[in-house]
């Protein structure tokens, strides 16, 4: 497998690519979590291209099995989203994607949603502390987590 890495403006060239996995992705956490209100899977070509992410990228031959979505802010990146083929769950590749990411900056945050396990597994075993959980529209709560770097020289 090989690894990408796109500036916000190379996304639009992957959205083809980006936007079915996404959906398939956000499907599967839907169906954990028990709500389909998940913002990412009704984002049409559109949306996708206009979120302001730059994204990590796993492609398997011409075929993209993960990727990770995310922004800078003041040092901070926080992951936005990170999606993974169906097919290809429990094989590291989310994992690989955010212990990249980690590398970013300093302080990494992710949300994710509460009823999640193995998203949340995935962000603890990472070493991501969870600062607590959010009702973000009615019904629907997410976990918010935070990593910081114990680099000195990241801080």
């Excluded at 429990?90 to 990411?101: F, P, T």
């Amino acid at each position: 497998m090989a690894e990408l890495k796109l500036a916000e403006g190379d996304v639009p060239a992957f959205v083809d690519r980006l936007l079915p996995l996404q959906r398939e992705a956000y499907a599967v956490e839907a169906a954990l979590i028990g709500d389909d209100r998940i913002p990412p899977l009704h984002e049409d070509k559109s949306d996708l291209s206009s979120a302001g992410l730059c994204w990590l990228i796993e492609v398997d031959g011409d075929r993209v099995v993960g990727a990770l979505g995310y922004r800078t802010d003041d040092g901070v990146v926080d992951l936005d989203r990170l999606i993974v083929d169906p097919s290809c769950h429990r094989r590291g590749i989310g994992s690989r994607l955010v212990k990249r990411a980690l590398a970013e900056g300093p302080r990494v945050t992710v949300s994710t949603g509460r009823e999640n396990a193995p998203a949340r597994r995935l962000y603890e075993s990472l070493g991501f502390a969870h600062r607590g959980d959010r009702e973000v529209i009615p019904g629907l709560w997410i976990s918010e987590y935070l990593h910081v770097s114990d680099d000195p020289a990241k801080r």
